[in-house]
């Protein structure tokens, strides 16, 4: 029997009642993935060295294996961001979210799931390893970074997976592949063992087949944790009390800015039916205003990139990774840096070193800073009246391989919808709401106030189990 449809919770409840057994569903996984994985692509390198290990009676996941994007360090596996510049790096360490993980009896899938590298990109057409295919349509990208992960749940090759979100690349890559993303509140979730991107907008969330499985994630991820100086000592509810599947005298916001010129009219009509629908199930919903949305893409493009560079600056040839061959030091530096960088990857630390170098930190970074507070003041504003804000994750369902690879601004724009959220440090959850005429999945983005993940669980919940679209399937 095939098992790899089933939700984790439904393989939970099997394997609790002892209607199947973990290596039944382990080794459907790799029936599933031997069938599908040479046209989707989804995971990077061959199968890592030494056995799968799992454990039935390892805790509340029973040893039920969980897929990681390439930027979370696993202990002792190749973890490369999918970069030249990393090749061959075994972490000494576990990510905190990997050791919640395994304490909740789940285990680490041994092949790491495609990226853009180091998550720079909205397609995961920049990895070292090659391009990722989207498994509704094998033409088009996945979207990105997070695109392995959303790619290999969405083609049943993973069970669920974990990725990670610095402007959107949970949620885009889960609005273009069918499935569902979540990108927890800013400090939610530690960030140790997370290489990072951008450190003030880097978090790393769930990507699963459904709303329970993402509350289920959600939870055993979040929690404070003092290896990370931005995690929030908060206390972590059961998101799974939140799915009531009532959302009756709900208030929800509609920006204006988000249904302008541009927006693909497939996806908007998709969008509208979809908030028609939440208001049969008793919501009310209203236009509001989130008059700074316009300057989101180039507030994001300062502050990530600045951020970027100051981060990857570490990979020099020198600690680990790639290493240029030469006996001249800084020719070494120069070589290796140049030779193990993506042309992306070069791109935005070009980008961010000019705009944090003296005489230009003061008129883009330090102005983007003070206009990222008024984004962030725009959404505090709505969540005094609304309890949340809907709008469509994406402008477009997924484009063609290759479509947008020569115009990096048009690929930025990708994000536009997304990018807010981070720069709020807000949470936000993208489920599937319908398809384009071509046949193209299509996300619909809820966004809530800081710390209100139930919130979402609760709205997108009631809304999935009131339509069929995260039930249907490619056909790969």
């Known amino acids: 029997m095939d098992f790899t449809q089933l939700t984790a919770h439904e393989l939970l409840e099997k394997l609790k009642s002892q209607q199947v057994t973990l290596k039944a569903i382990v080794d459907s996984l790799y029936a599933r993935m031997q069938k599908v994985e040479p046209k989707v692509k989804a995971y990077v390198r061959g199968k890592e060295t030494g056995d799968f290990s799992f454990d039935s009676n390892a805790g509340f996941l029973k040893g039920l294996p969980v897929t990681v994007k390439d930027n979370i360090c696993t202990e002792g596996m190749l973890t490369e961001c999918c970069s030249k510049i990393l090749r061959g790096f075994h972490p000494p360490y576990d990510a905190t979210v990997i050791k919640k993980l395994k304490e909740n009896g789940a285990a680490i899938f041994p092949l790491k799931a495609n990226m853009d590298e180091f998550a720079f990109g909205s397609s995961t057409e920049n990895s070292y390893f090659g391009v990722t295919h989207n498994p509704w349509n094998l033409d088009c990208v996945p979207g990105g970074s997070s695109g392995g992960s959303a790619a290999a749940v969405a083609s049943d090759e993973a069970i669920w997976a974990l990725g990670s979100d610095t402007g959107g690349s949970i949620r885009q890559p ?57 995690s929030v000592n908060q206390s972590v509810p ?20 988000y249904f302008v010129d541009g927006m693909d009219l497939e996806v908007k009509a998709v969008i509208e039916e979809a908030v028609n629908k939440l208001k049969t199930l008793g919501a009310t919903a209203q236009q509001v205003s989130l008059p700074h949305t316009e300057y989101a893409v180039p507030v994001y493009y300062i502050i990530a990139t600045a951020e970027a560079s100051s981060n990857l600056a570490r990979f020099d040839g020198v600690q680990y990774g790639y290493r240029a061959q030469t006996d001249n030091l800084i020719q070494m530096y120069k070589l290796t840096r140049a030779e193990g960088f993506g042309q992306e990857a070069k791109r935005r630390i070009v980008l961010g070193t000019f705009a944090l170098s003296h005489g230009y930190y003061d008129a883009y970074y330090l102005r983007a800073l003070k206009v990222r507070t008024l984004i962030k003041q725009d959404f505090d504003k709505v969540f005094q009246d609304f309890d949340c804000i809907v709008t469509p994750t994406s402008p477009t369902s997924a484009f063609k391989i290759g479509e947008r690879v020569q115009d990096p601004l048009k690929m930025y724009l990708s994000d536009i919808y997304t990018i807010s959220v981070n720069l709020a440090g807000i949470p936000a959850i993208s489920i599937p709401c319908g398809f384009t005429k071509n046949g193209l999945p299509v996300g619909l983005q809820i966004m809530a106030k800081p710390y209100n993940e139930e919130m979402l669980f609760r709205v997108a919940h009631t809304f999935e189990q009131n339509t069929d679209w995260h039930k249907l399937k490619p056909k790969l």
């Open 238 to 257: 059961d998101y799974t009390k939140s799915l009531t599947g009532d959302i009756k005298g709900l208030k929800i916001g509609i920006p204006k800015e």
């Open 174 to 230: 889960a609005s273009f592949c069918g499935v569902v993303g979540l990108k927890p509140t800013y400090g939610r979730v530690s960030r140790f063992g997370l290489i990072a991107f951008a450190s003030s907008l880097d978090q790393i969330g769930p990507i699963t087949k459904d709303v329970r499985d993402a509350a289920i994630l959600t939870g055993i991820i979040c929690g404070y944790d003092p290896q990370d100086s931005t």
